[in-house]
T-cell receptor, first 118, second 111 residues
Framework: EAGVTQSPTHLIKTRGQQVTLRCSPISGHTSVYWYQQALGLGLQFLLWYDEGEERNRGNFPPRFSGRQFPNYSSELNVNALELEDSALYLC?????????????????FGPGTRLTVL | GENVEQHPSTLSVQEGDSAVIKCTYSDSASNYFPWYKQELGKRPQLIIDIRSNVGEKKDQRIAVTLNKTAKHFSLHITETQPEDSAVYFCAGVERGGKLIFGQGTELSVKP
C-alpha cells in the first residue's frame, strides 16, 4: 500500500510569490492535515481537511489556504510569500472523520516539501 | 484548546542506557497520546501511542506511561542504540481530533 505522497520535493521561491503544494493521502483516508516545520522548531498545525471540508486551522494568516478534492487529495496554497515561510511543509492523512466515528486518529506523514523563500 | 509541553529539549545518553522523555497536557478530555520519531531529513513516524483507558503500553524496548490525574505521559526507551538517535515528538488530541504536538526532544545516543 502506498504511503502519503507530496509534491514537489523542493521548491525555491522569492518574496511576494505564490506557491502550491500537493498531497495525496493513503488510499481510503479521508482526512488530510498540513503542518509547518521551520528549522529547529516543532510541528505547527496549519490546516485540517476532512471529506472535502476545512475542519480546523491553526494560527496562521489567511494567505495560507488550501482545499481538498473529491479524491481526498489536497493542496496548500501560500500567497505573498515571506522569508519566514521557509520551512518543511508536511502533510499527514488519517481515517478520522465523521464517517470513521473516531475520537482519536493515527496520522501518517508524507515526506514533506522543503520550501525556501529568498 | 489543548497545550502540550515536552521536556527535555535535548537528551544525550550512552548506548545501552535508558532514555525518558516527559510531556504534560492541559485538556483533561484528551484521550489519545501518540509519540512520533523523526530522523534527520525524514518524515515523522508513529512509534507508539496510548489511549486514556490504559496506564502503560510497551512495545519491545519502547514503553509509554500515562498519568491522567497529573496529566502527564512519558516515553521510555531502554537499552538505547545509536539508531534511536532522532527527534521525538509527543502529542495530545484537541477536542475534534486535531493533534497538538510538543516541542520535540532531540535524543543523541553515543556509542
Amino acid at each position: 500500500e502506498a504511503g502519503v505522497t507530496q509534491s514537489p520535493t523542493h521548491l525555491i521561491k522569492t518574496r511576494g510569490q505564490q506557491v502550491t503544494l500537493r498531497c495525496s493521502p493513503i488510499s481510503g483516508h479521508t482526512s488530510v492535515y498540513w503542518y509547518q516545520q521551520a528549522l529547529g522548531l516543532g510541528l505547527q498545525f496549519l490546516l485540517w481537511y476532512d471529506e472535502g471540508e476545512e475542519r480546523n486551522r491553526g494560527n496562521f494568516p489567511p494567505r495560507f489556504s488550501g482545499r481538498q478534492f473529491p479524491n481526498y487529495s489536497s493542496e496548500l496554497n501560500v500567497n505573498a510569500l515571506e522569508l519566514e515561510d521557509s520551512a518543511l511543509y508536511l502533510c499527514a492523512s488519517s481515517l478520522w472523520g465523521v464517517t470513521a466515528g473516531r475520537d482519536y486518529n493515527e496520522q501518517f506523514f508524507g515526506p514533506g516539501t522543503r520550501l525556501t523563500v529568498l | 484548546g489543548e497545550n502540550v509541553e515536552q521536556h527535555p529539549s535535548t537528551l544525550s545518553v550512552q548506548e545501552g542506557d535508558s532514555a525518558v522523555i516527559k510531556c504534560t497536557y492541559s485538556d483533561s478530555a484528551s484521550n489519545y497520546f501518540p509519540w512520533y520519531k523523526q530522523e534527520l531529513g525524514k518524515r515523522p513516524q508513529l512509534i507508539i501511542d496510548i489511549r486514556s483507558n490504559v496506564g502503560e503500553k510497551k512495545d519491545q524496548r519502547i514503553a509509554v506511561t500515562l498519568n491522567k490525574t497529573a496529566k502527564h505521559f512519558s516515553l521510555h526507551i531502554t537499552e538505547t542504540q545509536p539508531e534511536d538517535s532522532a527527534v521525538y515528538f509527543c502529542a495530545g488530541v484537541e477536542r475534534g481530533g486535531k493533534l497538538i504536538f510538543g516541542q520535540g526532544t532531540e535524543l543523541s545516543v553515543k556509542p
